[in-house]
């Protein structure tokens, strides 16, 4: 199970890290957002492949595809508020992160039950 973690965490963090560092360094323009899309493809292929093991072999203990997807969200949303603060220099509001979270974090203890 514990590498089952590590693959939804490697995925989610390598997704929302291209995505801040995108917002940051690259100008939104066709050609420049496609360049970027094209050097990121191998790092695209691992995230997704980690992410597609770990659905594969977590529903096959868990039986319940719902609550993957909702813990894969949580981290994924974790990264890019972490990302946004140090990538991109935004100023989130402690206070509305928390409530954010902690009502992802009841869906998915609600998808678990």
Do not use: D
């Not at 890290?17 to 191998?42: C, D, G, H, K």
């Not at 659905?55 to 868990?62: K, T, V, Y």
Request: aromatic share 16%.
């Amino acid at each position: 199970m514990a590498f089952i973690l590590v693959l939804l965490v490697f995925g989610s963090a390598v997704l929302a890290f291209m995505i801040a560092w995108q917002v940051r360094y690259v100008q939104p323009e066709f050609l420049s957002v496609t360049r970027f899309n094209l050097y990121m493809l191998p790092l695209i292929l691992a995230a997704n492949i980690a992410l597609a093991t770990a659905f594969i072999r977590a529903n096959s203990l868990l039986k319940n595809l719902p609550l993957l997807a909702a813990a894969q969200s949580f981290f994924y949303y974790m990264f890019v508020v972490g990302f946004s603060i140090l990538i991109v220099g935004e100023k989130i509001s402690l206070g509305r992160a928390a409530l954010g979270f902690g009502m992802m974090a009841a869906g998915v203890w609600v998808l678990k039950k």
